[in-house]
């Protein structure tokens, strides 16, 4: 009986299959074109722990990556494969086209040849096909909050691998919140010193949620983000990070309290959930350490993209502080409310000048400078809004894309985010507007993973996995009929396994049938 055809994750945009296989084996040499040897480099970095293939370099090799800028049908990121029994055939009109070639060649082998251990024995054979493949969306994004449960930056190495697999091209880092700062600024140490540590974990041996009175602390290092950024980008991933202002800051004034509403308050790093009332004030020298800590950030992260958090910002303090109240009228502000969107603005602007784009979450986009990009979470609807307004758009809809909530009714599920169940289908799910007569840009979509109850490197595996499998499916390839989907997530599940990968769910709940107690002793 024929081995079963691979299902690939996410699906090409166009596949058929041909009889025959194509073997590698030793004797295997690749043919890397001009321009094409970073992709080469990369197929032998990826397969060599599995494989023991050297997959040396020669001009006559029968793997052929090769660039050619004439296909432009295929953007920046398609590709053409042709497997055939004596060949293969790479091809694409950008580098990172072969880049997403690659992790195809990857899901067309053997799961095993995804494992980090050597699998002797195995026969290294890629079924003859013929692949034209173009992203359906230009963003596709997954979100992890280091600020709230810091993880090493070995698990973020780790999961740009993962995403690359899943041709995912954003790892968005949210570095900084009220319960920690993980960015180092070399003029401003406190921020790691004292915002990075808090005094107690918050979640206890079984994920509930408890103050066990455990430190909890981390910070990376300039060189750990500049090397993430490195392998990031062989990958063909960019990494965006998030440094949260005005709100979201209590981290940072439990270090610097002199940026703050009461200068003379002394903070510590937040020890709850939910949204702390504690953010920055609007005077100049706090509009000049702001700018301090992105230059820091624009030297460190390449990404067109900055992300400065912007929602949840309470203003409170703002409405009781005479300085507030004297720069809302000293800008024509028709209140202190008003201050968010001058806050943004200044800042943003100080972004735009150094050739970046601002990034920010919001509802609908309204009171935001028109040079923002936005991540529109609760509604559908605002995503619309924000497009009409004029926004580049990342849809981020928290009933499909928010990992952080169940996944399903099971009584045994681990702590989630209290909420509706966003199970599998619900994330396949994830719909875009489809309304073209806007003056905005829909850039695509991104799933989030908000860490309150994923304190661990296994607690992010099994709330991501399989769920951001499904959203990289639909932010890849599009709708498909969910059967269709689901066949090919439940064979995916043997590549995840081979990754060391303890995921959710594959299947949905069913409780079990109520058993009545007659009769029974």
């Known amino acids: 009986m024929p081995a079963p055809r691979p299902s690939p ?6 596949l058929s299959w041909r009889p025959g296989h194509f073997t590698l084996s030793h004797g295997t040499a690749v043919r890397a074109c001009p321009g094409a040897e970073p992709a080469a480099a990369l197929l032998r970095t990826l397969l060599a722990p599995a494989t023991g293939l050297p997959l040396p370099s020669s001009p006559d ?39 997403r070639g690659i992790q195809t060649l990857r899901q067309l082998l053997p799961p095993e040849a995804l494992s980090g251990l050597p699998r002797r ?11 034209t493949d173009v992203p359906r969306n230009a963003w596709r994004g997954f979100m992890l909050d280091v600020a709230r449960h810091f993880q090493p930056v070995s698990v973020l ?6 995403l690359a697999l899943h041709k ?58 500049t090397g993430l950024v490195a392998h ?34 002394r903070l510590d790093v937040w020890t709850d959930w939910g949204v702390c009332d504690t953010v920055l004030a609007v005077d100049e020298p706090v509009l000049a350490f702001c700018r301090t800590v992105l230059d820091e950030v624009l030297d460190v992260f390449p990404s067109r993209h900055i992300h400065i958090g912007g929602d949840e910002c309470p203003t409170t303090e703002w409405a009781v502080s005479p300085a507030a109240r004297a720069r809302a009228a000293a800008e024509g502000l028709p209140d202190t409310d008003a201050l968010r969107g001058w806050f943004l603005g200044r800042i943003g602007a100080h972004l735009v000048e150094r050739g970046r784009i601002p990034t920010a979450w919001a509802e609908s986009g309204e009171g935001m400078p028109p040079e923002f990009t936005v991540m529109t979470w609760r509604d559908p609807e605002h995503t619309r809004l924000a497009l009409k307004q004029g ?12 990992l952080d909530y169940a996944q399903s009714a099971d009584p045994d599920e681990p702590q989630a985010q209290p909420g509706a169940v966003v199970d599998l289908r619900a994330v396949h799910g994830h719909e875009l507007p489809d309304d073209t007569a806007t003056a905005g840009e829909l850039l695509g979509m991104q799933a989030q993973l908000w860490t309150e109850f994923a304190p661990t490197a296994g607690h992010v595996d099994r709330l991501v996995f399989p769920r951001l499998c499904a959203l990289a499916d639909r932010a890849w390839y599009g709708p498909a009929p969910w059967p269709d989907v689901h066949g090919r997530l439940r064979a995916h599940a043997d590549r995840l396994a081979a990754l060391g990968v303890r995921h959710g769910p594959l299947d949905p709940y069913v409780p079990l049938p109520h058993r009545s107690e007659k009769g029974q002793s």
């Open 121 to 131: 024995g195995t026969p290294w054979q890629l079924p003859c096909v013929e692949i």
């Open 61 to 99: 090799g029968p793997l052929v990556l090769t660039l050619d800028p004439q296909l432009r049908g295929l953007g920046d990121e398609g590709y053409g494969l042709t497997v055939g029994p004596d060949a293969l055939l790479l091809r694409a009109a950008r580098p990172t086209g072969l880049l």
């Open 391 to 402: 926004h580049s758009v990342i849809s981020c809809h928290h009933r499909a894309a928010y």
């Open 232 to 265: 990031a980008a062989a990958r063909g991933v960019t990494v965006v990070p998030e440094l949260e202002m005005p709100g979201h800051t209590r981290a940072a004034l439990a270090a610097h309290p002199e940026f703050g509403n009461v200068p003379e308050r």
């Open 168 to 225: 995912l091209n954003v790892l968005h880092l949210h570095l900084t919140d009220d319960q920690g700062w993980r960015m180092p600024v070399a003029a401003y140490p406190r921020l790691t010193e004292v915002g990075g540590r808090r005094a107690e974990s918050m979640v206890g041996p079984a994920g509930s949620a408890v103050h066990d009175g455990i430190p909890h602390q981390g910070a990376y290092t300039r060189a750990e983000l």
């Open 9 to 14: 994750v996410p699906l090409p945009t166009q």
């Open 157 to 162: 190495r780790r999961y740009v691998d993962l």
